[in-house]
């Protein structure tokens, strides 16, 4: 079958692997339907998360059961599924407190420590040996583990590019404003105009947001979080964004600030240079927005990745501020099955930041394309098949 794998910073390929097979007893096999590029595999592509032996990439993506293991018996060969990102069992001390990717039984790598080349969050699809080196669904076929827990079944009504964002980018923007506890009518700032920016001003309006405000510096990404979003934009290259969402909020500053940037934020040529004199991945630019645009006692939601340690952490000032900080993985398999039922009854539209559609084999190109943000590129769909 195909795959789009990733061999080096840059360098994917759509190449000819073996098919996948059952390994254990509550695997399945799913025919992919459709599969999208995230702005997490970028951090792989660009070489921030290590990735050493070839690799198929892919963690968000649905389709067909193709085969069942033997303890799978609630799927059967030809169900239409949808398939969270975090690979979680659904029975251990994580998981029965309801933070699955955090689950302690499906990655090899996983320890209580937690770092950049220390132990990891569960396995996640598609995203290094660190993160459990299972193969990604940006492929004809992918084995599913912990079938048993994971792959939601999709009513027939709905198509896949209605439901595809179930699997990360809505959830993950909706974390974002379900940990900031929203009690009606506040003023939410979002750090990053990308696809989980998006879906976090989605999340906002059904959470009682009163105001949402977009922040990035690509306009044809602030057209998007306008329409799709409906937000007020501020481009931070023409503004300074601090400085306006003060004066939006009679000076004290948004209520909820979601950086869902992270580490590839903007940054300087000198930033680049103390990045490869640090080993400190990326920059806390947006972070640094956030905590200053916040009001005190405000809530920061982080959920643009972030992978090292860094230097200048605003600590002092989320202190004096009494800044609430969350931040991490969604955990997909808590949110997914309410967030469908919101796709379903139409009280959300997920699929209208949708720029591309592609064949499988054009994966190299689109990577490309959306890594260098060309042609307008908000959110690519690949079609396996
Ligand atoms: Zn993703
Ligand atoms: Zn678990």
């Known amino acids: 079958m195909k795959a789009v794998r990733y061999h080096r910073p840059k360098k994917i390929t759509v190449d000819n692997v073996p098919d996948p097979k059952i390994e254990n007893k509550n695997d399945i096999i799913l025919k992919v339907t459709s599969t999208a590029i995230c702005g997490s595999d970028?951090?792989?592509?660009?070489?921030?998360?290590?990735?050493?032996?070839?690799?198929?990439?892919?963690?968000?993506?649905?389709?067909?059961?193709?085969?069942?293991?033997?303890?799978?018996?609630?799927?059967k060969r030809g169900d239409r599924v949808v398939v969270p990102f975090p690979i979680a069992c659904g029975h251990c001390f994580?998981?029965?407190?309801?933070?699955?990717?955090?689950?302690?039984?499906?990655?090899?790598n996983y320890g209580p420590e937690g770092g950049l080349l220390l132990e990891k969050n569960a396995a996640l699809f598609g995203y290094t040996d660190l993160y459990g080196g299972i193969e990604g669904g940006q492929a004809e076929y992918v084995r599913v583990p912990q079938a048993q827990f994971?792959?939601?079944?999709?009513?027939?009504?709905?198509t896949d590019e209605q439901v595809l964002f179930l699997t990360d980018?809505?959830?993950?923007?909706?974390?974002?404003?379900?940990?900031?506890?929203?009690?009606?009518?506040?003023?939410?700032?979002?750090?990053?105009?990308?696809?989980?920016g998006v879906m976090a001003m989605k999340a906002a309006w059904l959470k009682g947001a009163g105001r949402v405000i977009g922040v990035d510096c690509l306009n044809y990404r602030l057209e998007i979080a306008k329409k799709s979003?409906?937000?007020?934009?501020?481009?931070?290259?023409?503004?300074?964004?601090?400085?306006?969402?003060?004066?939006?909020?009679?000076?004290?500053?948004?209520?909820?600030?979601?950086?869902?940037?992270?580490?590839?934020?903007?940054?300087?040529?000198?930033?680049?240079?103390?990045?490869?004199?640090?080993?400190?991945?990326?920059t806390l630019n947006a972070l640094k927005m956030c905590t200053s645009a916040v009001r005190r006692g405000g809530t920061v939601s982080i959920v643009g990745v972030y992978a090292t340690t860094y230097d200048n952490f605003p600590l002092g000032q989320m202190f004096d501020k009494m800044i609430?900080?969350?931040?991490?993985?969604?955990?997909?398999?808590?949110?997914?099955?309410?967030?469908?039922?919101?796709?379903?009854?139409?009280?959300?539209?997920?699929?209208?930041?949708?720029?591309?559609?592609?064949?499988?084999?054009?994966?190299?190109?689109?990577?490309?394309?959306?890594?260098?943000k060309e042609d307008n590129c908000m959110k690519v769909i690949l079609k396996p098949h």
């Open 324 to 372: 609430n900080l969350k931040m991490g993985q969604a955990p997909v398999q808590r949110y997914i099955d309410e967030l469908m039922a919101l796709v379903d009854q139409n009280k959300v539209i997920l699929d209208d930041i949708i720029t591309h559609k592609l064949p499988l084999d054009r994966a190299p190109e689109a990577y490309h394309m959306f890594c260098n």
């Open 94 to 108: 994580f998981c029965e407190h309801q933070i699955h990717t955090q689950c302690e039984n499906t990655n090899p």
């Open 169 to 196: 980018i809505f959830p993950t923007g909706y974390s974002a404003i379900d940990w900031a506890n929203l009690k009606g009518g506040e003023t939410v700032a979002v750090f990053g105009c990308g696809p989980v």
């Open 42 to 75: 970028l951090h792989i592509y660009n070489g921030f998360i290590p990735q050493v032996k070839p690799m198929a990439l892919g963690h968000e993506f649905m389709g067909l059961v193709e085969e069942v293991g033997p303890d799978i018996t609630h799927l």
């Open 150 to 158: 994971g792959p939601r079944k999709v009513s027939e009504k709905m």
């Open 229 to 282: 979003g409906k937000a007020e934009v501020i481009n931070f290259k023409e503004n300074d964004p601090i400085e306006a969402i003060r004066e939006m909020t009679g000076g004290r500053g948004a209520d909820v600030c979601v950086d869902a940037a992270g580490m590839e934020a903007e940054r300087n040529v000198l930033e680049k240079v103390s990045n490869m004199a640090h080993l400190q991945a990326g």
